[in-house]
Antibody
Framework: DVQVAESGGGLVQPGRSLRLSCTTS????????MSWARQAPGKGLDWVGF??????????HYAASVRGRFFISRDDAKSIVYLQMNSLQIEDTGVYYC????????WGQGTMVTVSS | DIVLTQSPLSLPVTLGQSASFSCNST???????????LAWFHQRPGQSPRRLIY???HRDSGVPDRFRGSGSDTDFSMEIIGVEADDLGTYYC?????????FGQGTKLELK
């Protein structure tokens, strides 16, 4: 059974950094693309970024709003994907979701990130 | 960048009625190889989204055939035949053809 679980959220001051982890099981992680999305309180879904699986070269793409501040990496041996968030801004506040696949096949439960002074 | 526009933003229904959601793209979502990467998701309040349909019309495992996706090029829709209480919530479309990928703003399905 596919399992996806985010962790690492919390309260952080503007300008600081935070790293989210997405732990997975139940599928051959190295072969899969992995995605991140977020949702501000009371708002819709916002695509954040995506890392391709090993068969596709592991390339990474980002939304314009986070490019240069957020960085996605993966540890295929541990079946974990990370979202390193730097220079956090108040508008980055929201629930961050990780998902299996580029088309968000299976979602985690999300982790809340609050950027506030 | 691709913008997906969903309509209506709110859809009041009576249980048992059908519901139809629209998603329009600013560019064609047909990839060079001929595939179209348009998916639909359902999110209940306080829960994570769940994918229902991928590549326009393919239902995910466990999704009842009451959910039907259709469309091509820039115009897409999803229909629920006979809305049930569990179907209430917000529906999003997403395109995975062009970088950066993007979601529509959502349609809230609620009781009339």
């Amino acid at each position: 059974d596919v399992q996806v679980a985010e962790s690492g959220g919390g309260l952080v001051q503007p300008g600081r950094s935070l790293r989210l982890s997405c732990t997975t099981s139940g599928f051959n992680f190295a072969d899969y693309d992995m995605s991140w999305a977020r949702q501000a309180p009371g708002k819709g879904l916002d695509w954040v970024g995506f890392t391709r699986g090993k068969p596709y070269g592991g390339t990474i793409h980002y939304a314009a709003s986070v490019r240069g501040r957020f960085f996605i990496s993966r540890d295929d041996a541990k079946s974990i994907v990370y979202l390193q968030m730097n220079s956090l801004q108040i508008e980055d506040t929201g629930v961050y979701y990780c998902a299996q696949g580029g088309a968000f096949d299976r979602w985690g439960q999300g982790t809340m990130v609050t950027v506030s002074s | 960048d691709i913008v997906l526009t969903q309509s209506p933003l709110s859809l009041p229904v009576t249980l048992g009625q059908s519901a139809s959601f629209s998603c329009n793209s600013t560019q064609s979502l047909v990839l060079n190889g001929g595939n179209t990467y348009l998916a639909w998701f359902h999110q209940r309040p306080g829960q994570s989204p769940r994918r229902l349909i991928y590549m326009v019309s393919h239902r995910d495992s466990g999704v009842p055939d009451r959910f039907r996706g259709s469309g091509s090029d820039t115009d897409f829709s999803m229909e629920i035949i006979g809305v049930e209480a569990d179907d209430l919530g917000t529906y999003y479309c997403m395109q995975g053809t062009h970088w950066p990928y993007s979601f529509g703003q959502g349609t809230k399905l609620e009781l009339k």
